[in-house]
């Protein structure tokens, strides 16, 4: 006889809910032995997703801990924390990138693998304390250069990001903390998009763009699954804002902050033997003036946008006064981008530098300086000058040079000030209003609160 065939495989219906067995009565219990069932606990009512998006529970201080070793209750500190992969994303321009420097000081000092996400002109002002591996360089599609087709797709660069314990961002930038959510980061940190987070909020466009991402900031969560940030700050009323908000993040994680002056060491850049550094040229002219009892103004009259950069005129015509007695010697540095001073004293250096750790020595042989709102502001705030800055669009109450606040020079012409880069009025009112005058008199405080040695 032959093997009889399997008969084929029949599957019963799935069966309806009446159908299912109900639970028996003495479940835990016995009627025979008069012994009382067992009450079973009600389960747990179930939220809606969206509920569940908004419980982001925030404690005053959650030091960082690696994902795999949190501690079984909650975010406390550990007596010997583990280093942790630590990503700091900074999107905006190169001053913004320099007032990260001692965030990233604090983690390092902690002991964490901390690296940043910037654009590709702020990487050598990350060097300044971060090895090139530890920075990666991202041309987003908002901002003004040209996108790197490679990576353009934020999808794309958000699936490079995996394998970070936490991201944190001192922006109240949507774009970014969905660049956070989408990379998968554990613990996203920053500051969300409201009036209080929200830099120059006043003029119409930027209004609209708050009221854009605040939709993006409610809509989203729900399309992903999971919040945009699972730890949300508010700003302080620390000033300058921009500083104070990487001292809140740093606070909040448990970092050791320390903002003070020098923010970093000055590397050593190889050049040429038959060039003469910039560095070398300003050396032999800060010991000749420091000999005669003079002290060294730095004057650097470039900005990044038009309504940021003082008159060139009206620098030529103040170096042409009697700021102090001794007069101070001037190292003026030429701007990369924008037109220098030409008509100087006969005793004034005018050098050029040829990148940022260049600029940062040159800036080191001086007592103080003179520049408009720009990065070169804030590095000679890093190195400890005395900085008198010049506003124009910009808010120096966010933006003022560290420990210089006092010698901001800004006026309140323009109402609608600060418009970040859109001007809506017939001229740069905002910096065209700033007298001679008024810069002086902050300039000689300078010169007078710096230093007799160098």
Known sequence: MGIPAR?????????RCQDLPRPRADVGGSRAHGTPPRRQPAPAPRRPAHAALRAVRVSRQT?????????????HLLTSPAAVRLLLIELHHLGDALLSLPFVRAATRAGHEIEVLCRPDA???LQLLLPPAHIRTWNPPWSEGTPDPSVANPRAIAASLRGYDAAVCAWAD???HLLMARAGIPRRIGFPANTRNFYAPKPAWRRRRLRLGQLAQALLPLALGRPLLTERLTRSDSQPAQLGKWEQLASHLSLPWDASAPWFEIPAEPIPPTEESARATATRFAARARAEGRRILAVHPGGRLPSKRWPVERFESLLGRPLTDPAPALLVIDPPDSRGISDLPETALRIATRSIPELAAVLAQCDA??????MTAHLAAALGLPVVSIFGS???AW???HGSEHLVVATSACPHRPCVDRCVMPSYVCVDSVTELAVVEKVRAALEAAPRSH
Request: hydrophobic share 30%; charged share 20%.
């Open 369 to 374: 300086a003179l520049c408009n709102d720009s």
């Open 63 to 75: 030091p960082l801990v690696p994902v795999a070793r949190s501690p079984p209750h909650g975010n």
């Open 174 to 176: 949507v774009r970014v």
């Open 399 to 401: 933006f003022a040079p």
């Open 123 to 125: 990487a050598p002002v």
């Open 7 to 15: 008969p084929a495989r029949h599957r019963p219906p799935p069966r």
């Open 394 to 396: 910009g808010d120096p």
